[in-house]
């Protein structure tokens, strides 16, 4: 479904990104995980488009089902079909649950009815008519996941949507991500938590200093925990 090779992304001068090549099959849940500033939210906005402003610029080739993704813009990746949902979540304080599902329009290939959002998130149906800043960490969270599904993604770039929420809504957030994949979605998960990686996603990929060190499965993430955590100096 994607696959990016010898991908490379400078800020400036300074180099990010190191040659990464990987593959993601449709159906999957890959991870990548390192430590802060090791290059995850670099490559999630390299794959959307959104990295070459300011002085910022990368190389290497990007395709999305068979299209060539390196000269569109952001928002025509996302009528192929990549949804992005940053690390602070982008959610309208002032607009409703339902005015910030609603107000972006469906323009991917498979934009979920909001009947099967509230299905796969109850959770937002009991807060529709909340505005975003009455949302608990998690709530917004869920917002977030469920606007890029709302406007049709069929690969999901995730970056780090545990960070700062308790243990029981990170398992919550668990149960989503394995619903959705099990409704056709792909995911691309930045993340720290190797627990909660481990429980989700069917690979990860390990990033260090801009490149892929090593790719694991998940029998040898449960088996190599202490040394990933130590690795990623948690």
């Known amino acids: 479904m994607l696959r990016i090779e010898d991908l490379s992304a400078w800020y400036g001068e300074a180099r990010v990104l190191n040659d990464v090549s990987l593959e993601i099959a449709e159906g999957e849940i890959v991870t990548l995980v390192g430590r802060n500033g090791a290059g995850k939210t670099t490559l999630l906005r390299c794959v959307m488009g959104l990295h070459a402003t300011g002085g ?7 395709e999305f089902l068979g299209t060539a993704l ?21 959610i309208y304080a002032t607009l409703t649950v339902e005015e910030n599902l609603t107000l972006p329009p469906a323009v991917g290939p498979r934009p979920w009815p909001l009947g099967q959002i509230y299905e796969t998130f109850p959770r937002l149906r009991e807060r ?3 505005p ?18 709302r406007m049709g993604a069929r690969l999901l770039l995730c970056d780090e949507p545990t960070e700062g929420l308790s243990p029981l809504i990170v398992q919550q957030i668990g149960a989503i991500l394995r619903d959705v994949k099990d409704q056709g979605v792909t995911v691309l998960l930045v993340e720290q938590n190797i627990h909660f990686a481990a429980t989700v996603a069917d690979r990860h990929h390990l990033l260090a200093e801009g490149r892929i060190v090593r790719s694991l499965g998940n029998d040898e993430v449960r088996a190599r925990e202490h040394e990933l955590l130590e690795h990623l100096g948690i």
């Open 132 to 149: 975003g800043t009455k949302l608990s960490g998690g709530e917004q969270q869920m917002l977030a996941l469920a606007r890029v599904l």
């Open 56 to 62: 910022a610029r990368a190389t290497g080739t990007i």
């Open 70 to 90: 390196t000269r569109l813009p952001a928002h025509r990746r996302t009528r192929c079909g990549l949804g992005y949902v940053p690390d602070d979540r982008g």
């Open 128 to 130: 529709r008519r909340s």
